[in-house]
């Protein structure tokens, strides 16, 4: 089972109020996260990632175990704590300005 956290907004848009439970086919990659939660959660498809490329939107960066992946490959294996359930993979609003 993966965890995933979302931020507030898309928490609402989803409607639930904490982590959400994934069974996530292996190889878990981002890409693969991301096909499960879009699969359960219908009304998230094109908030996180562009409907036709899949490509991250610009504002979004995904995190797990203190790091950044957010440059990572879709296809790259998101870390061992993430797989097991011990950590989140993290889904956070970037913010800009100055």
Sequence with gaps: MI???LPTHLRALAQVT???ALQVEEPVTQRAILDALEAAYPMLRGT???TVTKERRPFVRFF???EDLSHEPAEAPVPIDVMMGIQP???IG???GG
């Design 3 to 5: 965890w995933v956290t």
């Design 18 to 20: 904490g982590p959400i």
């Design 48 to 50: 996180i990632r562009d």
């Design 64 to 66: 797990a175990c203190g």
């Design 89 to 91: 993979f993290r889904i």
């Design 94 to 96: 970037a913010m800009a």
